[in-house]
């Protein structure tokens, strides 16, 4: 029982203080008298493996996106012109930091050694030769070193040298996660839909304890339960007045959201579906959140019926 709904429900009943037994009291009174509250169900073991390997990426990738603005920033200030020439949540770009900063470091080693240095570092092998010429055009355009080039250059280095094993760990993760996902008896249904990978599927059981027919009853309720479906705020004569709600799971959310918007970039009916709510003037947030809204009731099917999502409606059998 949320601790919202017992604050709230503590106001109905008499006396203005609190106490162990009051509140015991209120908890016992408003089970009684609802019939709508979820039952919590432990989750098996293979989910419980999910939850705890899914945060552990969360982390990780929150240091991720911390660490590589972190570089873009120092960079900026010591070397604008390399700052924007790649992107630097690459592994790649990382490669070519952490032996180069500066411009002047770049225009004494010369293309063939900063293309070695990124053979070595493991770069992509056909970006090389196109990296190395953007790389010392960039230095070519910077004539001065900036006072605090010595000092920020080896923070740069070591950044870059951090991120790249936090990649490595993110990736050894990802591979994990994967082979525990499969082990799910409904994966494949899960991951026959565009737009969900084995990274969102674990996403998705971790969030929702991993037995969605059981725990919701309807794909209506996990909708509301990822904040996908609006909430009406009538009054008197006012209709129709529908509100994003306030209290939702948020990762849930994203997840939906992020495969919805993975989904558009192929032709499917999923990209189908996002091009008829823009022409019935949608903008592109809320085409992406009625797909996304449309993703649970296909999940929700494919789990019901057991079966793999297809583009084309299943043969069915007629009378000769």
Do not use: C
């Not at 120092?74 to 690459?90: C, K, Q, V």
């Not at 190395?132 to 870059?160: G, N, S």
């Not at 969102?200 to 339960?225: E, N, V």
């Amino acid at each position: 029982m949320p601790g919202r709904l017992v604050n709230r429900m503590a106001g109905a009943f008499a006396g203005e203080g609190k106490s162990d037994a009051k509140d015991a009291f209120t908890i016992a009174e408003t089970a009684r008298l609802r019939h709508d509250l979820t039952p919590i169900t432990e989750p098996d073991e293979l989910v419980t493996e999910l939850q705890v390997l899914t945060a552990r990426r969360e982390d990780l990738m929150g240091g991720w996106v911390r660490g590589v603005n972190r570089l873009r920033d120092l960079l900026a200030s010591i070397f604008p012109a390399l700052e924007a020439a790649f992107d630097y949540s690459t592994r790649s770009a990382l490669v070519l930091l952490t032996g180069f900063q500066t411009p002047g470091s770049l225009r004494a080693a010369g293309p063939d050694a900063v293309a070695e240095h990124l053979h070595a570092g493991g770069a992509w092998p056909k970006s090389i030769p196109a990296m190395a010429d953007k790389a010392l055009a960039a230095a070519a355009a910077q004539t001065i070193a900036l006072p605090t080039e010595a000092a920020v250059a080896p923070l740069i280095a070591r950044l870059a040298a951090q991120l790249l094993d936090l990649d490595r760990e993110i990736k050894d993760l990802d591979k994990r996660i994967t082979s525990t996902f499969r082990e799910y008896p409904h994966a494949s249904r899960i991951t026959s839909i565009h737009g969900f990978g084995p990274i969102p599927g674990a996403q998705l059981l971790a969030d929702t304890g991993g037995d969605l027919l059981a725990a919701f009853g309807t794909s209506a309720r996990l909708a509301a339960y990822a904040g996908l479906a609006p909430v009406p705020r009538d009054s008197g004569r006012v209709r129709g007045n529908l509100h994003r709600p306030k209290r939702y799971h948020r990762g849930l959310r994203r997840v939906f959201y992020l495969a919805a918007l993975s989904s558009i970039k192929t032709d499917g009916p999923s990209k189908a579906f996002y091009q008829r709510k823009r022409a019935e003037g949608k903008l592109h947030p809320q085409a992406l959140i009625a797909l996304a809204r449309r993703l649970i009731d296909v999940i929700w099917a494919l789990l019901r019926d057991g079966r793999e999502f297809h583009p084309s409606p299943p043969l069915t059998a007629y009378a000769a």
